[in-house]
């Protein structure tokens, strides 16, 4: 009973860690093509609290700290160093570890920032399927293989003071968001996929995630839709609010029940008009530096 307790513990637990994060990654560019990647992951404050009660009940309850995964969970909450030097790796050739920060966001999410140096942007991958090291060890730990996630990603080239994006951020985006497996299941027992949505969107509220690139000094021109400042938006969503759109249910359930009828450009509409995402739908995005 006990182990089956730890175990339980490890699903709840990671499950919570998967879905109430925050994270963002900006790419910040200098003219000469280095610049840095920053990029936050906090918690949310229930996940911290439960966390917490469950490492204080363990001892007593005699529950198997090691089947729950425990060590790995602070772990990702709270990176050291060599961790976090080690992901560099997964930002392309050239990236190194120049500094991190553990603490709270200003609404008491408990995380982290690192900061990443890289010298040449076009050896510089962005990609939404990268885990943070011991992230990665816990989905591995779950029996889910990273590989396995559907996400975009974003590319770089860089002539002279012109810097072409390559993103397929749109394409990931609705994989990244729906779990196809789970909406099967749900539809096996009789539910709509949007059904299963709304009930998943109680379990993401303040989840965000998002990934900018901010230009120095400052953007002549650019055909990038989402702009604000020297700051573009390439991709931002509040999965609650996505999650709950009318919209978005009704795509996926046209999706679950005719695959081959959606295309690309019934995905831009829905973009356009789904509330709590922004999203870049050019898969080339051109900029050229003040």
Request: charged share 25%; net charge negative; with cysteine.
């Amino acid at each position: 009973m006990k182990a089956f307790l730890g175990i339980a513990l490890a699903v709840f637990i990671a499950g919570a860690c998967t879905s109430c994060v925050r994270t963002s990654t900006v790419v910040k560019l200098e003219k000469d093509g280095s610049g840095e990647i920053i990029t936050r992951y906090h918690f949310s404050p229930q996940v911290t609290a439960f966390l917490e009660q469950v490492e204080a009940m363990g001892p007593r309850a005699g529950i198997p700290m090691e089947a729950a995964n425990l060590g790995l969970i602070r772990e990702i909450m709270t990176p050291d160093e060599e961790g976090l030097t080690a992901d560099a790796k997964n930002y392309g050739e050239g990236v190194s570890y120049s500094r991190h920060e553990i603490g709270k966001d200003t609404e008491g999410w408990e995380g982290y920032i690192v900061v990443y140096d890289f010298d040449d942007i076009r050896k510089i991958v962005i990609d939404q399927n990268t885990l943070p090291g011991k992230a990665k060890e816990l989905m591995e730990a779950r029996g889910q293989a990273p590989a396995a996630r559907k996400g975009g990603s974003l590319r770089f080239e860089l002539e002279g003071d012109l810097l072409t994006i390559h993103s397929s951020l749109a394409d990931g985006n609705v994989n990244e968001i729906v779990n196809g497996d789970q909406l099967s299941k749900a539809k096996e027992m009789g539910m709509k996929p949007s059904e299963a949505i709304q009930m998943a969107a109680n379990t993401t509220q303040g989840m965000r995630t998002g990934f900018f690139v901010r230009v120095v000094p400052g953007i002549a021109e650019t055909n990038a839709e989402h702009t604000t400042g020297d700051l573009i938006i390439l991709s931002d969503a509040e999965i609650s609010k996505v999650l709950k759109d009318p919209d978005f249910g009704a795509f996926v359930d046209e999706a679950m029940e005719d695959p081959e009828g959606v295309d690309l450009e019934k995905v831009k509409e829905l973009f356009r008009k789904i509330e709590g995402m922004t999203v870049e739908l050019a898969e080339e995005v051109t900029v050229r530096f003040q």
